[in-house]
């Protein structure tokens, strides 16, 4: 789709003559083009309480879903001058929800994607891999305990096949803290990936025992200095 960036640009100072911004006197105008071909613009409104002032980009994606939605495809933000000014972050945020990582987004010499504005941004597609893998839940009545503690994932045998399973114990291991007591018993897992999953739901501390009572840190994070070649001391 052709880009008029005069066009737009000139849509984003009109309406940021309309923005309501006493407080700190920086009136901002934001027009986008939607994939549709439609443009779309907003205004900064301003609030006695700061924390609560809706950016002009705010504006944009309101009207964008207002009038019957899409994706934006290019969005130029300017400043009392009519000079272009980079979104802020949360806004970054907006339009990568709205438009992606291919929307332009208007800079001086160049437009810039937001996947440059942006890199390594968070979006739908990464909710899709938490929900349609959720981590394995907490009991409330444990819910004090997330962070703490030790989970150790070890072998089990049921009906003559080796599964695995483990348990959440108080103690973190160290001279400090050693309030031993299972907090938790797992359930049973085909492999040690679950039972990983599992313990890192509930502490950081996670430590794999195999059927020879050889330790392996599976925990997060670099392996505690205690932990010394495959048991810990």
Aim: hydrophobic share 40%; proline share 7%.
């Amino acid at each position: 789709m052709e880009i008029n960036w005069v066009e737009l640009r000139a849509a984003a100072v009109e309406v940021m003559q309309r923005a309501y911004a006493p407080y700190s006197r920086f009136p901002v105008g934001a027009a986008a083009l939607i994939d549709d071909g439609r443009v779309v613009v907003g205004c900064n409104v301003e609030n006695a309480g700061y924390g609560v002032a809706l950016c002009a980009e705010c504006g944009v994606v309101s009207q964008l879903h207002a009038s019957g939605g899409g994706r934006i495809v290019a969005i130029s933000c300017v400043d009392a001058t009519g000079e272009p000014i980079m979104p802020c972050g949360r806004c970054r945020q907006l339009l990568w929800e709205n438009g992606g990582p291919s929307c332009l987004v208007e800079a001086i010499p160049s437009p810039l994607l937001m996947d440059e504005l942006m890199p390594h941004g968070f979006g739908p597609a990464d909710l899709a891999v938490v929900t349609s893998s959720p981590a394995p839940s907490v009991p409330l009545r444990l819910g004090k305990w997330i962070g703490q503690g030790t989970v150790f994932v070890h072998p089990e045998v049921d009906g003559g096949r080796q599964v695995w399973t483990g348990y959440w114990d108080r103690s973190s291991g160290t001279a400090e803290d050693q309030r031993a007591g299972i907090l938790e018993e797992g359930p049973i897992w085909p492999d040690t990936e679950e039972g990983v999953r599992w313990g890192r739901a509930r502490t950081p501390r996670v430590i794999v025992v195999d059927a020879e009572g050889t330790m392996t840190w599976a925990g997060e994070g670099e392996q505690p200095a205690a932990f010394n070649e495959g048991r810990e001391s």
